[in-house]
Nanobody, 115 residues
């Protein structure tokens, strides 16, 4: 069974940067839509960034021009580069893989933005 393993979460000061990684246990990118979501305390899980059909990307308005999603097919890894971090970016970040009839979630990695 395919697994997604996130890493890279940490405590960072406002204005800082982090890069999150999501490694799949085997190559799945050819038939999936990969994305990043986040869930802040007391809030619902929300989309942060995702690849969409045709290889384009889509971002939440709150992270546009600050976050960048990318992937390395050879490593079966998706990345989320986060710059100019704000306290409101504090959340558990989850990697998601959408298949035709199902989806898969990673266990999450915690990002805390605080001085």
């Amino acid at each position: 069974q395919v697994q997604l393993v996130e890493s890279g979460g940490d405590l960072v000061q406002p204005g800082g940067s982090l890069r999150l990684s999501c490694a799949a246990s085997r190559s799945i990118f050819s038939n999936t839509i990969m994305g990043w979501y986040r869930q802040a305390p007391g809030k619902e899980r929300e989309l942060v960034a995702t690849f969409i059909s045709g290889g384009s990307t889509q971002y939440a308005d709150s992270v546009k021009d600050r976050f960048t999603i990318s992937k390395d097919n050879a490593k079966s890894t998706v990345y989320l580069q986060m710059n100019s971090l704000k306290p409101e970016d504090t959340a558990v970040y989850y990697c998601n893989a959408k298949f035709i009839l199902s989806e898969l979630w990673g266990q999450g990695t915690r990002v805390t933005v605080s001085s």
